[in-house]
C-alpha cells in the first residue's frame, strides 16, 4: 500500500505547535498527548530497527510506531480487519435499520 501525499501526522507536525499555542488552556492533557504520538509515530523519536534482506543485501531502516488507539496508521489495519470480520458475519439480503419503543 502506497503512502498518502498527506497524512494528519504531516500535519501535526507543521502547525501543531501554533495549534497548541492558540488553544493553550482549551485542550486536555489526553488530547495533546494523542497529538504528540501521532506527530511521532513512525520516525526516529521512537527508535527502530534495520530490516535487511538476505538475498539481495537490500536495508531499510523501519521505525517503531505509537500504538496509540486514536492514530490513523497504527490503528487503520486494525480498523479494516475488523470492518472485514463484522461484513463476513452479514447475511446476503437487505438490511434496514428500526428504532421503535416498546411499552412497560
Not at 57 to 63: D, K, P
Not at 75 to 96: I, K, M, T
Amino acid at each position: 500500500m502506497s503512502r498518502p501525499a498527506l497524512e494528519i501526522a504531516d500535519i501535526f507536525r507543521r502547525h501543531g505547535g501554533a495549534w497548541r499555542a492558540a488553544h493553550a488552556g482549551h485542550v486536555s492533557l489526553g488530547q495533546l498527548k494523542v497529538m504528540s504520538a501521532i506527530e511521532t509515530c513512525r520516525t526516529a523519536a521512537l527508535g527502530g530497527h534495520i530490516e535487511a534482506c538476505e538475498g539481495c543485501g537490500q536495508t531499510r531502516v523501519a521505525y517503531n510506531s505509537c500504538r496509540n488507539r486514536h492514530c490513523p496508521k497504527c490503528q487503520g489495519a486494525a480498523a479494516r480487519e475488523w470492518l472485514a470480520a463484522r461484513e463476513a458475519d452479514l447475511l446476503p439480503v437487505g438490511y434496514f435499520h428500526v428504532v421503535f419503543t416498546v411499552p412497560a
